[in-house]
């Protein structure tokens, strides 16, 4: 042979290794295709069609694979299902005579499918498997793992297969409709109680800004009504005064004795601050005998339960003066004289005054400051103004529920606001001061599903839809959706 020709020979020697080995790797050529997963009851079905017009093998080669489920939440969980089998024709033979001998072969599980593949012909399999269900495979992938055998570089050719990421739709969630109500816009209309326990002469009705301690008293009342007249917000609309005497004396006289002394607060008032007289209703309420009970009922007085009784038994007011002075041989009268009688002589004053309407931006900074110069409408607006999962938006309708604890439409909103972060128990608390009411019942209806209770969701849904609540109707398809397994 020429030393030509001989060179030929070894370039073709070399240049058909790569070529083995290019064979081997092509037993990565495979498709899967019509991959289905779905649960029914406690089990779970995989199908798949496995495509191998792609797959080459040589006759020694043998391909298993390998179904995988694993946990996306953690690496304990995962289960093998049972393999498919792809041989070359050579080991096909040899495995079906170590079958026919009894012989142990060389596979984790009991193939599904077994087949001899022949090249460059279209072959498939179809792959069904059904498994009992757990919990983690509601968020679990399918991979499929490829082990081969009967090649030169075998260990390069397997590996892992992700099929799907999830192989099951996440739970549907529901979004249940909350209902709020937006409050009417009102007039705002408001007044402040206040009480002034000036100090008289005996048996006088000058109200004398240097008598006893009266100076710290008035400048209270300056203080009070100049914060209202100097805010730009308000107008004063009406002044309500009250007198009240202590009940030592007559009946008569101490009403008369009230009488005046309002009516001498009012004349401070008027020449102070320049308010009109026609501003101002003023009244006296004489001897305060139910402001006497109260405070000795809250009491530890000796002669408590003596005092009570003499209250309530004995109607003419003059009388009981003379039961209470036989008590403790005039003891217990010295001490209600001293210690009880004082505060009983009292001005009790109101205020009214009309507050002007804010828009969003400075309702947001009064109710920081003074909240009851807002309405329940510019409350609403304010927390809407807020995301609905923010500490803010809680926080508004928990004032406004504050500050009108007998307005519905503050406790449901309040309550609405409980169910958006997750405060259930409280926010059924709240709805269950209210009465009848559909949107009541679907909020409830809310709570309730929230809590997993879908027995007691669906009784209040299907109360309020009767009613021909909208939200309510919406909320029973979700729930109906959310409860479907």
Known sequence: MKTKNIIYLIIAFFTAIPGA????????????????????????????DISMDALRMKNNNMLVLTPVLRSNANNLDEVALEPVVVAGKKRNKILNRKQQLGEKLPLAGKPVAWLTRRNNTSQSVHYTMEVPFREWMQDASLSLVHEVSGCADCMGLEGE??????ILPAPYSPVYRLTYIMPEVEEKVRSDRHTAT???????????????????????????????????????????IDGYASPEGSAPHNQMLAENRAKAFADYLVSKFDIARNRFTVGGHGEDWEGLRKAVAASSLADKQAVLDIIDRVSNPDARDAELMKLSAGATYRTLLNDYYPSLRRTEYVVAYNVRGFDVEEAKEIIN????????????????????????????????????????????????????VGNMDAAIARMNKIGDNPKVWNNLGVAHARKGDFDKAKEYFDKAAGQGDNDARKNLEELRKASEK
């Open 161 to 166: 297969q992700l099929l799907v990421g999830n």
């Open 198 to 240: 000036f100090n008289f002469a005996v048996d006088r009705w000058e109200l004398r800004r240097d008598y006893k301690d009266n100076a710290a008293k008035f400048n209270e009342v300056d203080r009070i009504v100049n914060d209202i007249r100097n805010n730009a917000d308000l107008e004063i609309t009406e002044f309500t």
């Open 21 to 48: 080995y290019a064979q081997d790797a092509d037993l990565s050529g495979i498709a899967i295709e019509n991959l289905l997963t779905v649960k029914q009851q406690n089990r779970l079905s995989v199908s798949f």
């Open 369 to 420: 400051v003074n909240p009851k110069l807002l309405s329940l409408n510019e409350m609403y607006l304010v927390a809407q103004s807020y995301p609905v999962e923010s500490a803010e938006f809680s926080e508004v309708f928990d004032i406004a529920v504050r500050l009108y604890p007998d307005s519905d439409i503050a406790i449901l909103n309040s309550a609405s606001a409980d169910i958006e």
